[in-house]
């Protein structure tokens, strides 16, 4: 029986090298038979029988039970790979969903914006019959149509309508400080975008030179518009420092600013360190004209005396009466305000209303100064045609050009109009020479619509207004507009004594 064995191992390792692929293959009951018919038959027999079963092997498909042998291998396999595709699976349709809740949150976004627009547009609709309902002329086109009392058609008058704004093309006067801050700022941005490494805001305001809180929003609003650009760059160079000129001004502004971002605006002096690596924008506040080593301390860092020139842009805001000297003064002006009062006499007045002095003291030889001055203003006052007091701006908000502003209604609500532009900073002839022009201008403007105006009611043109107002319930008299005019001419002299 042990020799059986042995033969058949040795026939098996036989086998093995020359069939390697049959092996596998080999049904376990023709082992079995081997060995009993070695055992029985002897060694002849026994390769009968392993040739027999070779070519049995050779020729015969491997049985259920075989291919069974080998499946856990290939299940594993196949079980890994639909695990991965049920993965797969699993993974798009999460972002399938995900999607889906996006759109569908969009989608009611989009509806309340829809049910918004509906309304919104639902009540410009009742606006626009209210107005209709009340006459008014609704219609943009150029032909304007109305309907008199005894005419039996429209008369249909053409009016060209030129329109432009003028607050886009001169700009605007400020009507207080912090408005002329916001233009300040939005300068300062402007000048940025447009490659200027040294610049200067020029304010003259009695406001900012004489209270700090007025100064602290000034300055806030000024530099806004470049914090808030500086503000979302995700870099380490992303900071604006403000220099004030001396510690007290420092922290109040700590204590009363409203940027609390250190990251974004950094505070510093003259005295300490102003200029480092991290910062992109230095702001500096000028020193009080008095303030001499404050304003050499300036001109020092400006010129780079004592340290290396700064190689960022640099914003220099004065914001006192006195304009600034040092290198300051030639940086370019990207904002620039200034007050002016201005008194005015106008009219037809007589060349010889004034006599020369030496013509009066011949005249008037025991007559002292004062009492000259005070017939000569008498004499002028009696006979002029207007006087009073009026305000001016000089303006100059970068890009755009200087602008000389006239307030032409003094009595009433501020009324800025442009009266003179010019490429550079004007002189002062320059200046008082467009303030004339613009008040006398605007006299022979009003004189011409009152001309215009008493021309229509001689002519009876105006009697279908007339008509109009007096179907409103509105009653005019003369009694009303002469009441008007004393108190006219009442508030002139008042304002000129």
């Known amino acids: 029986m042990r020799k059986a064995f042995l033969a058949a ?26 060995s009993t018919a070695a055992s029985d038959e002897g060694t002849g027999d026994l390769e009968k029988e392993n040739e027999t079963s070779s070519r049995r092997s050779n020729g015969k498909k491997p049985s259920k039970r075989n291919r069974n042998v080998l499946s856990p291998a290939n299940n ?32 009611k976004k989009l509806e309340k914006e829809c049910i918004d627009l509906t309304l919104a547009a639902e009540s410009f609709a009742k606006v626009i019959e209210l107005l209709r309902q009340a006459g008014l002329q609704t219609d943009t086109g150029d032909a304007i149509k109305l309907m008199g009392k005894n ?19 001169f700009g605007s006067a400020p009507a207080n400080v912090i408005e002329a801050a916001d233009a300040a700022g939005a300068s300062i941005l402007a000048g940025l ?33 470049v914090a808030a650009g500086l503000e979302g760059l995700k870099s380490k160079r992303n900071r604006l420092k403000l220099v004030f000129p001396t510690v007290g001004q420092l922290l109040h502004y700590r204590k009363t600013m409203a940027l609390a ?3 974004v605006v950094a505070l510093s002096t003259l005295g300490l360190d102003p200029v480092e690596d991290r910062d992109n924008l230095i702001v500096i506040i000028a020193p009080s004209p008095d303030d001499i080593e404050g304003l050499e301390a300036m001109n020092n860092l400006l010129e780079g005396k004592n340290s290396p020139p700064i190689p960022k842009p640099v914003v220099v805001i004065n914001h006192h009466m006195i304009p ?12 620039h305000l200034r007050l002016l009062s201005v008194q005015y006499v106008s009219g037809d007045l007589p060349q010889e209303f004034l006599p020369s002095l030496n013509t009066t003291a011949s005249a008037q030889g025991n007559t002292s100064d004062d009492d000259l001055l005070e017939a000569a203003v008498k004499h002028a006052l009696g006979r002029a045609t207007h006087s009073g007091m009026t305000r001016a701006m000089v303006v100059r908000a970068y890009p755009r050009p200087w602008h000389i502003f006239v307030d032409t209604s003094p009595d009433t609500d501020a009324d800025f109009e442009v009266a003179a532009t010019f490429d550079t900073e004007p002189a002062m002839d320059e200046i008082n020479k467009a303030i004339i022009e613009c008040l006398e201008g605007s006299e022979q403007e009003d004189e011409l619509v009152a001309k215009q105006m008493q021309e229509a009611l001689e002519a009876g043109q105006l009697d279908r207004v007339n008509e ?24 002139f002299r008042t304002d000129s004594v």
């Open 9 to 34: 191992a040795l026939l098996l390792r036989w086998s093995s090298a020359f069939y390697p692929c049959h092996i596998i293959y080999r049904d376990v009951t023709s082992t079995i038979r081997l």
């Open 76 to 107: 594993t396999d196949s079980e890994a790979s639909a695990d991965l595709v049920n993965a797969d699976m699993l993974r798009r349709i999460t972002q399938l969903e995900e999607l889906v809740a996006r759109q569908a949150v969009r989608i």
């Open 151 to 169: 005419s039996s058609k429209e008369e249909v008058y053409e009016v060209v309508v030129e329109s432009s704004d003028v607050a886009d093309i």
């Open 193 to 225: 975008l447009g490659g200027k490494q040294r610049m200067i805001v020029d304010v003259r305001d009695a406001d900012l030179a004489n209270d700090v809180n007025t100064l602290v929003q000034f300055l806030e609003l000024a530099v806004l518009p």
């Open 261 to 263: 971002a250190p990251e």
């Open 324 to 335: 600034i000297s040092g290198p300051a003064a030639k940086y370019e002006v990207a904002y």
């Open 468 to 491: 109009m107002l007096a179907r409103m319930g509105i009653d005019i008299t003369d009694d009303d507009d002469d009441e008007d005019e004393d108190d006219e001419w009442r508030i």
